[in-house]
Nanobody, 125 residues
Framework: VQLQASGGGLVQAGGSRRLSCAAS????????MGWFRQGPGKEREFVAG????????YYANSVKGRFTISRDNAKNTVYLQMYGLEPEDTAVYYC???????????????????WGQGTQVTVSS
């Protein structure tokens, strides 16, 4: 499956942004989906994950209450709605697809089989 992330850009602190990740070449509703990010000088970290039909969602503590992950299986797309952005949220954001869709592993990058190219989000203070 191929993943194409989009929606990144420059945003002021306190602002919002919605990222999209369009999937092609596979059966989208068979994949658990996740968002990860990698900030300057940092390791890649889990941001949010969502189950096959969207009934279960998971968030890193750092974004809980500010970010919302969702998916539209009819459009083969997963979204990350971000509110209350902070300079610490500056990173390249990656979407990823997990064939096994095992929820207990949703926060681990090693669980994912396919990755998008990343989209840059820069939050200015």
């Amino acid at each position: 499956v191929q993943l194409q992330a989009s929606g990144g850009g420059l945003v002021q602190a306190g602002g919002s942004r919605r990222l999209s990740c369009a999937a092609s070449g596979g059966t989208f509703n068979r994949y658990g989906m996740g968002w990860f990010r990698q900030g300057p000088g940092k390791e890649r970290e889990f941001v949010a994950g969502i189950s096959l039909r969207g009934g279960s969602t998971y968030y890193a503590n750092s974004v809980k209450g500010r970010f919302t992950i969702s998916r539209d299986n009819a459009k083969n797309t997963v979204y990350l709605q971000m509110y209350g952005l902070e300079p610490e949220d500056t990173a390249v954001y990656y979407c990823a697809a997990d064939r096994s869709a095992i929820l207990s592993r949703i926060q681990y990058a090693s669980a994912y089989d396919y990755w998008g190219q990343g989209t840059q989000v820069t939050v200015s203070s």
